[in-house]
């Protein structure tokens, strides 16, 4: 289950978002949807990069009792990349949702052998969609 915070103008249908939070964990998550500005401040503050950014996470720990974590998205990213791209704005939104899943569930791609981006291309074809965050990355 999602708990959806949009602090934007833009109508995100997270009809898919659920699906994929569903068949990853049952904890609840929370989704917050930001612009640029909003989310440069926030890396700044938590990583001391004075720059905007697609996605991050924050886990909560404590138990299966408490939500998995949050996840905030920069529309304004998520807007940017799926035009580049040529798809809709959810799917890039669920691509950067299944990325900052996994990281709440413990991956890490900068430390990993490759278990997150197996892990996402998985996810992606399950749900049918377009390449991952790290393959476009990667390709770079």
């Known amino acids: 289950m999602i708990d959806f915070d949009n602090q934007t103008d833009t109508n995100l249908d997270i009809t898919l ?4 939070a569903t068949f990853l964990s049952p904890r609840e998550v929370e989704l917050i949807l930001l612009d640029d ?4 401040k926030i890396n700044q503050e938590h990583r001391g ?37 040529g798809h809709s704005i959810e799917a890039e939104a669920a691509l950067l949702f299944i990325h900052g899943m996994l990281h709440l569930l413990g991956y890490d791609h900068e430390y990993d052998q490759g278990e997150q981006r197996f ?11 377009p390449s991952s965050l790290i393959v476009r990355t990667e390709e770079l």
């Open 17 to 20: 978002l659920e699906s994929i």
């Open 119 to 129: 892990k996402e291309e998985e996810l992606i074809t399950r749900f049918g969609l």
């Open 49 to 85: 990069i004075d720059k905007s950014t697609d996605v991050l996470s924050f886990p909560l720990e404590g138990g299966d009792f408490l939500p998995l974590g949050s996840i905030l998205l920069s529309i304004d990213r998520v807007r940017a990349e799926a035009e580049l791209r």
């Open 37 to 40: 500005e909003a989310m440069r």
